[in-house]
T-cell receptor, first 113, second 116 residues
Framework: GENVEQHPSTLSVQEGDSAVIKCTYSDSASNYFPWYKQELGKRPQLIIDIRSNVGEKKDQRIAVTLNKTAKHFSLHITETQPEDSAVYFCAASIGYGNNRLAFGKGNQVVVIP | ETGVTQTPRHLVMGMTNKKSLKCEQHLGHNAMYWYKQSAKKPLELMFVYSLEERVENNSVPSRFSPECPNSSHLFLHLHTLQPEDSALYLC???????????????FGSGTQLSVL
């Protein structure tokens, strides 16, 4: 089955600096890669996603890059703010017709004021 | 609020108890999901219902029994659970008709379950 790995498990950054979280996946047929953000005590929420026909996607301070050859994709957060502190989950589509998601274990990002 | 409501927020039960978790979505979505969230582990898909029909049972133990009476309501019936079943149980919904992977998931706040 699909194996989605996230690195690092915990990341601390100074406010204003950039944060980068990397995910690797094992199934070369995966074609959809979302990122979910979960603040402490709150529900996960989709923040950005990318499909395999695109190499990069940006939404304000958040961007995602995809390297299909190496089978990894990364979340980039620029000009980090305290409200960016959360657990970030990556996922990759799996299954027949890519109809399911496999999630990673999550990265704890801490933005230090 | 995202329109997905779960009750109760917290539940403590013994291994011989029977309880149910409830989820309701007010978004007009066609698919609903149960996920299990354990510390330091990936989100684990338990069940998917699309248009009230269960499309997948991800090898979940039979002590977990889902019920979807209509497209807006989803239940998870629990009986004779084990301590290792303690976790946050998240309900989610998505639009579309096939519960496809590329549909945005709208999560509820979850039920924090403790099995003693």
């Amino acid at each position: 089955g699909e194996n989605v790995e996230q690195h690092p498990s915990t990341l601390s950054v100074q406010e204003g600096d950039s944060a980068v979280i990397k995910c690797t996946y094992s199934d070369s047929a995966s074609n959809y890669f979302p990122w979910y953000k979960q603040e402490l005590g709150k529900r996960p929420q989709l923040i950005i996603d990318i499909r395999s026909n695109v190499g990069e996607k940006k939404d304000q301070r958040i961007a995602v890059t995809l390297n299909k050859t190496a089978k990894h994709f990364s979340l980039h957060i620029t000009e980090t703010q305290p409200e960016d502190s959360a657990v970030y989950f990556c996922a990759a589509s799996i299954g027949y017709g890519n109809n399911r998601l496999a999630f990673g274990k999550g990265n704890q990002v801490v933005v230090i004021p | 609020e995202t329109g997905v409501t779960q009750t109760p927020r917290h539940l403590v039960m013994g291994m011989t108890n029977k309880k149910s978790l409830k989820c309701e979505q007010h978004l007009g979505h066609n698919a609903m999901y149960w996920y299990k969230q354990s510390a330091k582990k990936p989100l684990e898909l338990m069940f998917v219902y699309s248009l009230e029909e269960r499309v997948e049972n991800n090898s979940v133990p039979s002590r977990f029994s889902p019920e979807c009476p209509n497209s807006s309501h989803l239940f998870l019936h629990l009986h004779t659970l084990q301590p290792e079943d303690s976790a946050l149980y998240l309900c989610a919904s998505s639009t579309g008709r096939g519960a496809a992977a590329n549909e945005k998931l709208f999560f509820g706040s979850g039920t924090q379950l403790s099995v003693l």
